[in-house]
């Protein structure tokens, strides 16, 4: 199984920039599929983004098109979201996912998480 440790959240003004990184044990990373999913106060954990386990499918909420890139670096076991042109409806608990299934499973049911990461931004 898979064990995730998520970092890089904060507390930033609209408009900048975060990277938020996840760490993962075992030495099956590379057959994941990996993902970022969020979730606001009050709402349900929503699908942000996710990368195959080659880094050859990706896909992403309408939300963050254009704003957001996930990338992964199997050599270091990370998988990384840029969050650009940060908005006040992107304050979330970001959480990091992977899946042994396809992109589009784990855009639908998830997987394993990690604690997850506060991203907040203010206007």
């Known amino acids: 199984q898979v064990q995730l440790v998520e970092s890089g959240g904060g507390l930033v003004q609209a408009g900048d920039s975060l990277r938020l990184s996840c760490a993962a044990s075992?030495?099956?990373?590379?057959?994941?599929?990996m993902g970022w999913f969020r979730q606001a106060p009050g709402k349900e954990r929503e699908f942000v983004a996710a990368?195959?386990?080659?880094?050859?499918?990706?896909d992403y909420a309408d939300s963050v098109k254009g704003r957001f890139t996930i990338s992964r670096d199997n050599a270091k076991n990370t998988v990384y979201l840029q969050m650009n042109s940060l908005k006040p409806e992107d304050t979330a608990v970001y959480y990091c996912?992977?899946?042994?299934?396809?992109?589009?499973?784990?855009?639908?049911?998830?997987?394993?998480w990690g604690q997850g990461t506060q991203v907040t931004v203010s206007s």
């Open positions: 075992g030495r099956t990373f590379s057959s994941y599929a």
């Open positions: 996912g992977a899946s042994r299934g396809e992109v589009a499973a784990f855009k639908r049911y998830g997987g394993a």
């Open positions: 990368i195959s386990w080659s880094g050859g499918i990706i």
